[in-house]
């Protein structure tokens, strides 16, 4: 029902490329380009500024964006409000949801949701805290999904699941050797952590902290941008990653890897759901109530994922 020029000016202000925009909206380049030129000759004003194959925003085009972000996620509450009067779940909800929480919890989630509701289109944004954080800020995502410790005071952060960091190795690795490792003798193991920006790095940081230690002081031998990237070292490698329980129930069951008790040293966080303060729309909502039914079918079941919910 919303004006496509606005949709077309705010895929081409976001991505700064027309190009981009083409392939975002399935629509011709050609296409975009009418579409801006005709919001320009609406305004009476120039709203990018063309430098050769670069383009920016003009001043009005700043305007016309602030405004933008407002009318397009209002028409998004309309179509979502008006299609419940008839019962019916249609719109559009977008996700974005931090690496461990895309990969390891929200798969089979996804899948029911969009069994239950297929009238609405989801799509999922997955990168680290940090990223999710942003996305919301500038308006790209309706509902993050996040595991960072750091909050900032225009999201609010929702816990929905606990979840635990521990120390492990492949079982073949020598360092498998032993059941458990002081604080000091930790300091020599080589490590294979997250990378910068990443909750779980921020998580693993703060624990340490707490037991008067820097990541600095610590034997990284490097850092990688995804869990799955970290277990794939961790089986050609003798080193120690610290990673999700969530991510290695599998691996454990099958006795591929092996936790390493750190005396001392314990790292629980939660995964939370995030949102602008005072902007949660109906259809994040709709889908946070699901998820926590979702987790409370498979606490009633024995799952270990339902067990480690966060009690509302």
């Not at 979502?80 to 249609?90: A, C, G, K, R, S």
């Not at 498998?176 to 490792?181: F, G, M, V, Y």
């Amino acid at each position: 029902m919303s004006d496509f020029r606005l949709k077309v000016f705010y895929s081409v202000a976001k991505n700064l490329s027309f190009t981009k925009a083409s392939q975002e909206l399935f629509v011709s380049q050609p296409a975009i380009t009418k579409h801006i030129r005709e919001l320009e000759s609406l305004y009476q004003t120039r709203l990018f500024n063309r430098l050769g194959n670069k383009i920016s925003l003009t001043e009005s085009g700043y305007v016309l964006l602030e405004h933008c972000e407002r009318i397009l996620s209002e028409y998004r509450k309309l179509e979502y409000d008006m299609h419940l009067l008839h019962n019916e779940y249609n719109g559009q909800l977008r996700l974005g949801a931090s690496t461990t929480i895309a990969q390891y919890v929200l798969p089979p989630i996804l899948a029911r949701f969009t069994e239950k509701y297929p009238k609405i289109t989801v799509s999922l944004i997955d990168t680290n805290s940090r990223n999710i954080e942003q996305a919301l800020q500038e308006h790209d995502i309706d509902l993050g999904m996040v595991e960072g410790v750091f909050r900032l005071p225009n999201l609010k952060y929702e816990p929905f699941l606990h979840d635990e960091l521990v120390p492990v190795v492949c079982a073949s690795s020598p360092l498998a050797a032993k059941d458990s490792l002081s604080l000091d003798a930790l300091r020599e193991v080589p490590l294979v952590l997250r990378e910068r920006g990443s909750g779980t790095l921020d998580a693993i940081e703060m624990a340490l902290s707490e037991q008067g230690l820097k990541l600095s002081s610590m034997n990284v031998r490097l850092h990688l941008g995804s869990t799955e990237s970290i277990k794939q070292f961790l089986r050609n490698s003798s080193t120690m990653g610290i990673i999700s329980l969530q991510a290695i129930l599998r691996e454990l069951r099958d006795g591929e890897f092996k936790i390493i008790d750190v005396n001392g040293l314990q790292i629980k966080r939660h995964f939370c759901f995030v949102y602008l303060q005072g902007q949660e729309e109906a259809s994040s909502t709709n889908f946070m109530r699901f998820v926590q039914n979702y987790l409370e079918t498979c606490k009633n079941a024995g799952d270990i994922i339902g067990k480690m919910m966060v009690s509302r």
